[in-house]
Antibody, heavy 122, light 113 residues
Framework: QVQLVQSGPEVKEPGASVKVSCKASGYTFTNYVVHWVRQAPGQRPEWMGWINIGNGNTKYSQQFQGRVTIIRDTSANTAYMELSSLRSEDTAVYYC???????????????WGQGTLVTVSS | DIVMTQSPDSLAVSLGERATINCKSSQSVLSSSNNKNYFGWYQQKPGQPPKLLIYWASTRESGVPDRFSGSGSGTDFTLTISSLQAEDVAVYYCQQHYNTPRTFGQGTKVEIK
């Protein structure tokens, strides 16, 4: 069965960086786009960007441009999201999600990781 | 960015009754090339990630009970739960996947009356 398993919770100080991993199983990893979405407490989900696992192409939300980097390691079936220059407003649960339309990137999100809580606090 | 606006923000419905949630997008999410609405509905329960219920505006995801249905086109969409069950208590979000950034509605909290 399809699974996306994310790394554990993180606590970071303002100005630091965080890197969250998302390990995929149960499907052909390279045939899909993986999205990253965050959700602050009580707020709507917020899309951060995507990576085409097959060719490594990425697209980022303007809101995070310059601070977010998404990469993948196809040998490990794992995608990563790194967010830098953290501030308190970045405290949120971060999710990876698979695009149900494969490598097109223009589908809904059919499988989600369990989420990774990132807390930014001094 | 496409702004997604849901109504109402919350609703309380008796068990077995119908629940209706609306979502409006600030621009059309209907593709003229394939006549598909790039629009979906998600259900989120506390402590869990969102779960895809409906995609292409009206196609039910595999395993989703048939009491959930989606309708609409262009800029106006509706999620209907035909007979509310206790396990349907959750927050429901709409989302457009027409362009980037992908955007979500603010959510509608569904409770039991």
């Amino acid at each position: 069965q399809v699974q996306l398993v994310q790394s554990g919770p993180e606590v970071k100080e303002p100005g630091a960086s965080v890197k969250v991993s998302c390990k995929a199983s149960g499907y052909t990893f390279t045939n899909y786009v993986v999205h990253w979405v965050r959700q602050a407490p009580g707020q709507r989900p917020e899309w951060m960007g995507w990576i085409n696992i097959g060719n490594g192409n990425t697209k980022y939300s303007q809101q995070f441009q310059g601070r977010v980097t998404i990469i993948r390691d196809t040998s490990a079936n794992t995608a990563y999201m790194e967010l830098s220059s953290l501030r308190s407003e970045d405290t949120a649960v971060y999710y990876c999600a698979r695009d149900r339309e494969g490598s097109s990137g223009y589908g809904a999100f059919d499988y989600w990781g369990q989420g990774t809580l990132v807390t930014v606090s001094s | 960015d496409i702004v997604m606006t849901q109504s109402p923000d919350s609703l309380a419905v008796s068990l077995g009754e119908r629940a209706t949630i609306n979502c409006k997008s600030s621009q059309s999410v209907l593709s003229s090339s394939n006549n598909k609405n790039y629009f979906g509905w998600y259900q989120q329960k506390p402590g869990q990630p969102p779960k895809l219920l409906i995609y292409w505006a009206s196609t039910r995801e595999s395993g989703v009970p048939d009491r959930f249905s989606g309708s609409g086109s262009g800029t106006d969409f509706t999620l209907t739960i035909s007979s509310l069950q206790a396990e349907d208590v959750a927050v429901y979000y709409c989302q457009q996947h027409y362009n980037t950034p992908r955007t979500f509605g603010q959510g509608t909290k569904v409770e039991i009356k």
